[in-house]
């Protein structure tokens, strides 16, 4: 079975600095997605950014990227020039894709405080 | 574009009784997934469905739960005869193919059990 590690609860940030959130996870498969979902207080889960295994480019959305290490199952998030609005919880998320017809595993999430 | 649709936001029910939840995928979208978040959890999957279909159950407890996703209409997760260990907020997400990997979800359904 799969299964996704957030080993930091809570990460605190000063605004416009950049904080950069770990994720690990387990898999015997070869080809996968991996995602960053942020739920802020209103408990919307938002999707930030993904990842298809099978690209060596790390994927990039304005001030998010990630630093995505297969040899390492490691999927790090970087958030550059912090803002207030994006102080939420941060859940790291996997899916296989063979077969396709899996929900997303997550982790337990990590705690995000952007200190003004 | 209209998100996906979750009702109602909040639902409180007595010990015992009957629970439904509504999800409605995005337009287009046939592919409907359930999860469950308890407190300072992630969230955990519960059913896959398409129209008229389970697909996957495997993390739908065996007893009192179930779901449907019918060919008209929204797809309901039903828990039966409610315990406050169901007390939880319940996410649908939907997506446009079963092998698009992203989601999309709702804003979820806060669920206490009295």
């Known amino acids: 079975a799969q299964t996704v590690t957030q080993s930091q609860p809570e990460m605190s940030v000063q605004e416009a600095e950049t904080v950069t959130l770990s994720c690990t996870y387990d898999?015997?498969?070869?080809?996968?997605?991996l995602f960053w979902y942020k739920q802020p207080p209103s408990r919307q889960m938002i999707l930030v950014i993904r990842?298809?295994?099978?690209?060596?480019q790390n994927a990039t959305e304005n001030r998010f990227s990630v630093n995505f290490q297969k040899a390492a199952k490691s999927f790090s998030l970087k958030i550059s020039d912090s803002q207030l609005g994006d102080a939420a919880m941060y859940f790291c998320?996997?899916?296989?894709?063979?077969?396709?017809?899996?929900?997303?595993?997550f982790g337990k999430g990590t705690h995000l405080i952007i200190q003004p | 574009n209209a998100g996906v649709m979750q009702n109602p936001r909040h639902l409180v029910r007595r010990r015992g009784q009957e629970a439904r939840l509504r999800c409605s995928p995005m337009?287009?979208?046939?592919?409907v997934y359930w999860y469950r978040q308890l407190p300072e959890e992630g969230l955990k999957f519960m059913v896959y469905?398409?129209?008229?279909?389970?697909?996957?159950e495997s993390g739908m407890p065996k007893e009192r739960f179930s779901a449907e996703f019918p060919k008209e209409g929204p797809s309901i997760l039903r828990i039966q005869q409610v315990v406050r260990g169901d007390s939880a907020a319940y996410f649908c997400?939907?997506?446009?193919?079963?092998?698009?990997?992203?989601?999309?979800f709702g804003p979820g359904t806060r669920l206490t059990v009295t």
């Open positions: 990842q298809e295994a099978y690209k060596q």
């Open positions: 998320a996997y899916r296989r894709v063979v077969g396709g017809a899996d929900g997303l595993t």
């Open positions: 898999t015997s498969e070869s080809d996968y997605y």
């Open positions: 469905l398409q129209k008229e279909n389970i697909i996957d």
């Open positions: 997400a939907s997506s446009l193919t079963s092998w698009s990997g992203e989601q999309y």
């Open positions: 337009k287009g979208h046939s592919h």
